[in-house]
DNA sequence: TGACTCATGTCAGAAGTCTGACATACGGTT
DNA sequence: AACCGTATGTCAGACTTCTGACATGAGTCA
C-alpha cells in the first residue's frame, strides 16, 4: 500500500484530463459568443474538410455516439447549416453537406478555436510540437489495444 | 483557403481530445463492472490522497462544476462511501472523509484504472513519460493564461 | 436463394452535467 | 461597524450525451 492510489500529481492520465479539460474550457469560453458548442464546431469543421461524411462518421470524429451525433444533425438541418439527402444512394448511409451558411458561421468558429491553439502551442518549439503529437498518437495507440476485450468477454 | 480549417490529422488540440476520449472510454470499460462513472472513482481517488476536500475543491480537482459534484455527493453519502459533518465548523465548507466502504470500493477501481494507465504507457520509456508530463503541463500553463479574459468583459 | 454478421439511422428513456439563482460566510476596505 | 467582492453549498430547471432497442440494407458464405 505504499503506492496505493495513482498519484494525481504525476499521473499521465490525470494530467491528460486537465489538459483536455483546460482545452476544451477555453473552446467553449471562445465559440460561446458564437452560439456554438464543442461539438457543435467539430461537426462543422469536420464537415467542412470531409464533405460528405456520414452521421457515423461524423460522430467518430468528433468521439461522440452515433446517436448524440443524430440529434445534433437533426437541429443543425433544421437551422439550415447542413444539408442530408432525404433518401439514401446506396445503403442507410446518409451523406451530410455544409449549406452556404454552415461554411460561413464555420469560418468565425475556425478563426476563434485557432486562437485558442495557438495560445495553446505558444511555449512549445516545432519539435515539441511534433514530439507532443507522436506522443499522444502513441497514447491513443496503446489504448486501442484489445480494447476492452478482456472485461467485454 | 489554403489552409482555412485547422487540419485534423495534424491538429494538437484534436489529438489531445482524441487521447483524451480514448483514456476516458477504456476507463469506463473497465469501471463499468464495477458500477463506477469516471467521476465516480475520481472523486473517491481524490478524498483517498486528500481527506476533507470540500464540495468545490473536489469539482475542480475532477474537472466538473460544484453543482455536479454535489449531485455525485449527496449520491456517494446516502450510499455510505463519504461521510459529511452536518454544519462546518468554519465558513460553509463541508470537509469530505471517505468511509470504510468507500476506501474499500476504491482498491478495486484504483487496480482497474492502473492496468489502464500502464497499458496507456506501455509504448513509452521513462523519460518519454516525463517529457509527456512536461508537454502536458506546459499546455494547461498556456491555456490558463489570460483565460476568456477578453471574452469574459 | 437463404441465413448470418455487421453497420447504419433513428426513436425513446435514463443519466450526467450544465447554467441560473439564492442564501450564507469569510476577508479586506472604508 | 458597515460595505463589498469573493467563495461556498444548495436547489431547480434545461440541455447534452448516453444506453437500450428496433428496423433496414450491404456483404459474406453455404
Keep these: 500500500m505504499s503506492q496505493d492510489g495513482i498519484d494525481l500529481e504525476t499521473s499521465v492520465g490525470y494530467l491528460l ?18 452560439g ?3 461539438t457543435h464546431y467539430s461537426c462543422l469543421e469536420l464537415l467542412s474538410q470531409r464533405p460528405g461524411l456520414s452521421n457515423s462518421e461524423l460522430a467518430r470524429g ?9 440529434v445534433l444533425l437533426q437541429a443543425l438541418e433544421r437551422d439550415g447549416y447542413v444539408t442530408r439527402p432525404v433518401e439514401a444512394r446506396v445503403g442507410k448511409v446518409l451523406p451530410t453537406q455544409l449549406t452556404p451558411r454552415g461554411r460561413h458561421s464555420l469560418e468565425k468558429a475556425t478563426a476563434a478555436v485557432r486562437s485558442v491553439e495557438v495560445r495553446m502551442l505558444s511555449g512549445m518549439t516545432r519539435e515539441e510540437q511534433a514530439a507532443a503529437s507522436g506522443m499522444l498518437r502513441s497514447i491513443v495507440q496503446s489504448l486501442r489495444t484489445t480494447e476492452g476485450s478482456e472485461q467485454q468477454g
Design 17 to 34: 484530463k486537465e489538459a483536455s479539460s483546460a482545452l476544451r474550457a477555453a473552446m467553449e469560453a471562445v465559440l460561446r459568443p458564437l
Design 36 to 38: 456554438m458548442t464543442v
Design 62 to 70: 468528433a468521439f461522440v455516439t452515433r446517436q448524440s451525433m443524430n
